[in-house]
């Protein structure tokens, strides 16, 4: 099974400036990072703290926002989309 990994623009130095990646051979989100990690040394630490995604960052399969379901609803198939999107904050 392959995934689509859409990489933001601050993060894409790891990824050797490839805003996608895939990763095979993932059945949960973890095991996509744990992929990037392995494929981009480095990257895990801009992802991931104390063990918990970064507050500061969305992550979304396909167009469902992962933070809002539930764990047993993230399921990864084949062909599946994951993007990492950094919050944006600021204005008047």
């Given at each position: 099974?392959?995934?689509?990994?859409?990489?933001?623009?601050?993060?894409?130095?790891?990824?050797?400036?490839?805003?996608?990646?895939?990763?095979?051979?993932?059945?949960?989100?973890?095991?996509?990072?744990?992929?990037?990690?392995?494929?981009?040394?480095?990257?895990?630490?801009k992802l991931v703290e104390n063990g918990e995604i970064r507050?500061?960052?969305n992550i979304f399969l396909n167009d469902e926002d992962i933070e809002f379901m539930k764990d047993e609803d993230i399921r990864l198939n084949d062909g599946d989309s994951v993007f990492i999107i950094p919050s944006i904050a600021g204005g008047n």
């Open positions: 099974m392959t995934v689509t990994v859409h990489i933001p623009e601050p993060l894409q130095k790891w990824t050797k400036n490839q805003a996608t990646v895939e990763v095979a051979d993932v059945i949960s989100i973890d095991d996509v990072i744990d992929s990037l990690e392995w494929e981009h040394p480095g990257i895990k630490d507050k500061y960052l």
